[in-house]
């Protein structure tokens, strides 16, 4: 176990500020498969524990994380997650932030990186998604970059026509050969500029059903990043509040 995690069975006793998921796909049947969830607590701790899906044929524990029935916390990131994230060292750093929208002095904390880039390594199948939570009011805001721009035709064009604060359209494609599930974004009907990340796409499906309101945002276009920093995207959504 590497001395930034502590398994303690329990985390110190302090609410849950945000929550990630780990996604896995599974390299066989290319399924994605909930596997765990990182917890941000309120006091600066953080905590992981596996879901039940972990226990899914092909999945092995992560070295971080051995066992499957233990709760781990520590004082910092875990560096699975945190080795997922850009190092501020890097020269185009300061792009890098422009890019996801994190520019403003010290919002660009390595949990709020991982929810909007969802983390992904070119070394495994593993992903981070935000849960979606909703406040007390059952409001949902959450952030991520769209995929697959530089495979649709005419995107780069499009994308140069959009302003900031523009509402998006989300269109099914059940006909996808990968993933009959897949979510288009176009600008308006018919012409698309990316996808929506397919470990989000399950999570988007379930929000859409449940919300009163529903919107994606342009949140910043960059056209001279590269493909998978172009478009940034928001959820804005209103879902009923269940009376206690």
Known sequence: MTNDVLAAGAPPAVETARRLLLIWQDPDSRRLIRVGELDELVDGHFAF??????????FSPLVQFPDLDQLYWSSRLPSFFANRVMSRSRGRYGEFRHWIGLEEDGADTPFEVLIRTGGPRATD????????????????ISRFLASGVRHIQGAHSRLASLNEGQELCL????DNCVNARAILIDVRDGEPVGYVPDWLVEDLHSLRALATDFRVR???VNPDAPSHLQLLC???????????
């Open 49 to 58: 524990r596996y879901l039940r899906e972990a226990r899914e044929p092909g």
């Open 125 to 140: 199948t593993f992903h981070v998604v935000d849960d979606l939570s909703r406040s007390d009011d059952g409001r949902v």
């Open 171 to 174: 269109r099914d494609e059940p």
């Open 218 to 220: 342009v949140e910043r």
């Open 234 to 244: 928001r959820i804005e959504a209103a879902v009923p509040v269940r009376a206690s």
